[in-house]
Nanobody, 128 residues
Framework: QVQLVESGGGLVQPGGSLRLSCAASGVTLDLYAIGWFRQAPGKEREGVSCISSNGRTTYSSASVKGRFTISRDSAKNTMYLQMNSLKPEDTAVYYC?????????????????????WGQGTLVTVSS
């Protein structure tokens, strides 16, 4: 059974940091493009950061560039989103996702959000 399970969300003060984890089972993440998406109340889902299956190409949205970093640990079959300098507008449910593709145009992949495997989501709240 293919499954992605997120963890690491929670309440953090503005300017703080969190690291989200997404553990995969039933899939080998090295063979997949992976991404993090978020959806705030009343807003559309947004592609936050994506990385190609070969790990050579990454994309981050303008709203998080320089603050968020996507990564993958092959040994643990887990992906991460390190979030620094968090702002109240980063408050959202964050989802990890995976897509079996060799396409390296991660900006387009992130924008379309047409990933085939999704986690259940983890809530991040940035508030003082």
């Amino acid at each position: 059974q293919v499954q992605l399970v997120e963890s690491g969300g929670g309440l953090v003060q503005p300017g703080g940091s969190l690291r989200l984890s997404c553990a995969a089972s039933g899939v080998t993440l090295d063979l997949y493009a992976i991404g993090w998406f978020r959806q705030a109340p009343g807003k559309e889902r947004e592609g936050v950061s994506c990385i190609s299956s070969n790990g050579r190409t990454t994309y981050s949205s303008a709203s998080v560039k320089g603050r968020f970093t996507i990564s993958r640990d092959s040994a643990k079959n887990t992906m991460y989103l390190q979030m620094n300098s968090l702002k109240p507008e980063d408050t959202a449910v964050y989802y990890c996702a995976a897509l079996a593709t060799v396409d390296t145009t991660v900006q387009a992949l992130c924008g379309r959000g047409s990933f085939e495997v999704w986690g259940q989501g983890t809530l991040v709240t940035v508030s003082s």
